[in-house]
């Protein structure tokens, strides 16, 4: 995978028009998301190096996570902390958080996430079926399920980054993604999402999965 094609997929992603109640917080026109843009790339670069196997596909970027960061599953803190446990997001690699990043609390989920993450020693890629913020129209600071509309003008995203990615497995996390997954054709594994109270219940997917006896 090339510089290249990682900077047309986060380019292509910012070109996305988006009406009422979603937001794409990539979109050129807004000068502030270049450093989402930028924060995506890096995130996918340092992934690049790991060569992921597995992606796992979410419902959508919260208010508090990747809308804020522009990079799935992450938030505030994890950008002004130390590298965590795989080696990412720590200082020095560029990532840079946006000044409305200050006010806002850190994504629980995002947090959950991770830990589960490296309790399991297994770092697949991670993404949303609808990569976009979608939120109660003239509530930007409000998180609202994706409709199968919105989700769908997302699967050539997590399409693009099979093709990109060495990507053998598509977990879906969560009962939106795996309809949007399913409408695409694709019947793939479900698991439950870690948000609300789902820590255990997506440890224990994970483990049935993916991780071998001991």
């Not at 028009?17 to 050129?28: I, K, L």
């Not at 399991?120 to 930007?140: D, I, K, N, R, Y």
């Not at 949007?180 to 049935?208: C, D, Y």
């Amino acid at each position: 995978m090339t510089s290249s094609s990682i900077d047309g997929f986060v380019d292509r992603l910012a070109a996305v028009p988006t009406g009422p109640g979603c937001n794409n917080f990539f979109d050129h026109t807004v000068p502030g998301n270049a450093q989402r843009r930028r924060n995506l790339a890096i995130y996918l670069r340092e992934m690049q190096d790991r060569s992921p196997k597995v992606l796992l596909v979410g419902e959508a970027p919260g208010f508090r996570g990747m809308r804020i960061t522009g990079v799935p599953f992450t938030n505030r803190t994890m950008f002004e902390g130390p590298a965590n446990a795989f080696g990412l997001f720590g200082p020095g690699k560029g990532y840079v958080l946006p000044a409305e990043a200050a006010a806002v609390a850190a994504e629980p989920t995002a947090t959950v996430m991770w830990e589960v993450l490296a309790e399991l020693e297994f770092l697949p890629l991670l993404w949303s079926a609808c990569p976009w913020h979608t939120h109660v129209p003239g509530q930007p600071l409000s998180n609202r399920t994706p409709a199968a509309a919105e989700a769908a003008r997302g699967t050539p995203f997590w399409q693009g980054l099979t093709e990109i990615f060495p990507i053998e497995t598509v977990v879906a996390v969560g009962n939106v993604a795996h309809r949007s997954l399913q409408r695409s054709g694709l019947e793939v594994p479900k698991i439950r999402h870690p948000a609300h109270g789902g820590r255990s219940g997506f440890k224990r997917g994970l483990e049935e999965l993916f991780v071998p006896a001991r």
